[in-house]
């Protein structure tokens, strides 16, 4: 059991299933769209981007810098979650 309290335990709270994505990413050119599918995508946002961080109109769809997508999806995947 991990002690980060901020990590999302896969086994417990992912809701969807198999073949079902957690997150729809939506590529806008110089922004993109996250958009969760699941209440457990909707609690990884919460817990890893919350509403605070930028200028998020959309929430809980996450915009995002290109840049800044790599390292959310690595997060995303290491949390046992799917993106399409």
Not at 20 to 38: A, M, Y
Not at 54 to 66: H, L, S
Request: net charge negative; with cysteine; aromatic share 8%.
């Amino acid at each position: 059991m991990s002690t980060n309290k901020n990590h999302v335990d896969p086994a417990v709270s992912s809701g969807s299933s198999p073949g079902q994505p957690d997150f729809e990413v939506e590529n806008h050119g110089s922004i993109i769209l996250l958009r969760p599918l699941t209440e457990s995508a909707h609690l990884w946002i919460d817990e890893q981007i919350g509403s605070h961080n930028g200028y998020q109109p959309y929430y809980p769809t996450v915009v995002i810098e290109p840049r800044y997508l790599g390292p959310i999806l690595e997060g995303i995947k290491d949390d046992g979650m799917v993106c399409r």
